[in-house]
Structures are given as structure tokens and as C-alpha cells.
């Protein structure tokens, strides 16, 4: 038991970085699986198993996620640790279904939240670029001055 979850350590730590280059959601995603995983196959079996993977998945690749993209790398944590968690279990039992856990809740987090930093940026370079087109239409306006007298309540009253 003490090598496998060396395993799962570094095939967590392995899948973050190696599917999106984020280090801490990845990591945050596979170790939250994997706890998520061993909590709930105590609590509630194989059921119980997957459900923990996914909640620990998602809570593992919030918290080490972008302040701006916790929500991307949150919805990838759960669906890969999940995910993973039965895809292992179906292949390689209990072992299986933790290394897929830690896999797929690394795997989800890290995309999840790449995910969410490149929406941002296409985000905000559109606004720039809107900002930067209503200046420039501003430009074509000539300035009139107002002929008359402008009417209002700050111009009628003397003082």
C-alpha cells in the first residue's frame, strides 16, 4: 500500500502538468480525487467511491485554479475524477479506480482551468479592442459650439 500511493502521487503530479502545464490545479484536482476516492468507497462502496472522486476532484482543482477560472477547473476536476474513478475501477479494481481518479481529477482540473484563463484573455483583449474602436470614432466627430443658451437650472438662477 505505501508504493501505490507513491504511484498515485506521481502519476497525479505527472498528469496536471503534462496535460495543460498548471501545476497546482492539476495537483489540487488528483490529490482531491484521490482522497474523495478512499473517503467515499469507506462510506459508501463503489458508488459511494465515485461520487467522492468527483467532489474531491472538484474542490482539489478549485483551490489550486486561477482566481478567475476556479469554476472551469472545478466542473473539469469533478467530471475527470469521476470519470476516472470508474474507468480504473473497471479496469484494475480498487487500485484501478484510485490511480483513475488521481489521473482524471489532475487532468480535468489543469484543462478546466487553462480553460478559463484563455476565455479571460479573449475576454479582456475584446474589450481593449472595443475600447480602442470607440476611441477612434470619437476622433471622426468635429466639435460644434452650441449656439444659444443652454437650458437648465444652474444657468436661470442668480444668485
Given amino acids: 500500500m505505501k508504493y501505490s500511493?507513491?504511484?498515485l502521487l506521481t502519476l497525479g503530479l505527472s498528469a496536471g502538468q503534462a496535460f495543460a502545464g498548471n501545476t497546482e490545479a492539476g495537483v489540487g484536482g488528483a490529490l482531491g480525487g484521490v482522497l474523495g476516492a478512499v473517503v467515499g468507497q469507506q462510506v459508501g462502496g463503489n458508488t459511494g467511491a465515485t461520487i467522492g472522486a468527483g467532489v474531491g476532484g472538484a474542490a482539489g482543482g478549485m483551490v489550486g485554479a486561477d482566481r478567475r477560472s476556479r469554476t472551469e477547473a472545478a466542473i473539469g476536476g469533478a467530471l475527470g475524477?469521476?470519470?476516472?474513478?470508474?474507468?480504473g475501477r473497471s479496469v484494475g479494481g480498487t487500485n484501478g479506480g484510485l490511480?483513475?481518479?488521481?489521473?482524471?481529477?489532475?487532468a480535468g482540473a489543469a484543462l478546466g482551468n487553462n480553460y478559463g484563463d484563455d476565455g479571460h484573455r479573449d475576454?479582456?483583449?475584446g474589450y481593449r479592442d472595443d475600447?480602442?474602436?470607440y476611441r477612434d470614432d470619437r476622433h471622426y466627430?468635429?466639435?460644434?459650439?452650441?449656439?444659444?443658451?443652454?437650458?437648465?437650472?444652474?444657468?436661470?438662477?442668480?444668485?
Fill in 5 to 7: 500511493s507513491i504511484l
Fill in 81 to 87: 475524477g469521476a470519470g476516472g474513478n470508474a474507468i
Fill in 99 to 106: 490511480i483513475g481518479a488521481a489521473l482524471g481529477g489532475g
Fill in 123 to 125: 475576454d479582456r483583449r
Fill in 131 to 133: 475600447r480602442h474602436y
Fill in 141 to 159: 466627430h468635429k466639435h460644434h459650439k452650441h449656439k444659444g443658451k443652454h437650458k437648465g437650472w444652474h444657468h436661470g438662477h442668480r444668485h
